[in-house]
């Protein structure tokens, strides 16, 4: 059975700090998935990461993945309250082709001024 | 583009009575997918089809759950005597095959079974 895994399920932090998301799981899928889920609201796509040594940026917000490790990595470089929401990672179920997505537990984010 | 559109957005039922959540993809995507999320068990895949054939349903809980798409344009999932247990917020999501495969999601159905 696919399993992902993300630590920490939950985070306070004050603005300005930088912090890390982890994202483990268990197959050999080289496609992974972060989202953002604001309260009430639907997820939004934030990152797709589709080989080893992938590394994305989108403003404060870096992804990363390293597949012979299976962990993916999104980092927070100087927090901003905007920026507080719960973060999914996913990966493809089988890996290598079928399409539907299996996710961890979510990172529920919270930047405090 | 509209995005994925979903109706009802909220739904609240009583124990016993069928449930149709009703999905759009985006024009021009190939698949899609129905998700589950509650609190307990998170974001849970339910079922998903690719150029309308259905792919995968080993998510669906219950003989009480079924899922059609007739065309590319439209998918329902019904709920088949609906249970209090089924409360949850039911998301449909579309994609392109291909390498990047992003799903993109509905804004949800927020389902309540008294």
């Known amino acids: 059975e696919l399993k992902v895994e993300q630590n920490p399920l939950f985070l306070s932090m004050q603005e300005g700090k930088n912090y890390t998301i982890y994202c483990n799981y268990s197959t050999t899928s080289d496609r992974l998935y972060w989202y953002r889920q604001d309260p009430g609201k639907s997820l939004e796509s934030l990152f797709v990461l589709l080989s080893n040594g992938a590394v994305k940026q989108e403003g404060r917000l870096m992804a990363s993945l390293d597949t012979k490790a299976r962990l993916s990595t999104l980092h927070i470089t100087a927090a901003v309250h905007d920026l507080s929401a719960t973060y999914f990672c996913a990966v493809d179920r089988e890996g290598g082709g079928a399409d539907g997505l299996t996710f961890g537990k979510g990172t529920h984010l919270i930047i405090q001024p | 583009d509209a995005g994925v559109i979903q109706s009802p957005r909220h739904e609240v039922t009583e124990m016993g009575q069928e449930v149709t959540l009703r999905c759009k993809p985006i024009s021009g995507h190939n698949s899609l997918f129905w998700y589950r999320q509650t609190m307990m068990r998170g974001l849970e895949l339910l079922i998903y089809?690719?150029?309308?054939?259905?792919?995968?349903d080993s998510g669906m809980p219950e003989d009480r759950f079924s899922a059609k798409m007739p065309n590319a344009s439209f998918s329902t999932l019904k709920i088949q005597p609906s249970e209090p247990r089924d409360s949850a917020v039911y998301f449909c999501a579309s994609s392109l095959r291909g390498v990047r495969k992003t799903q993109y999601f509905g804004p949800g159905t927020r389902l309540l079974v008294l």
């Open positions: 089809f690719n150029n309308n054939v259905p792919i995968d």
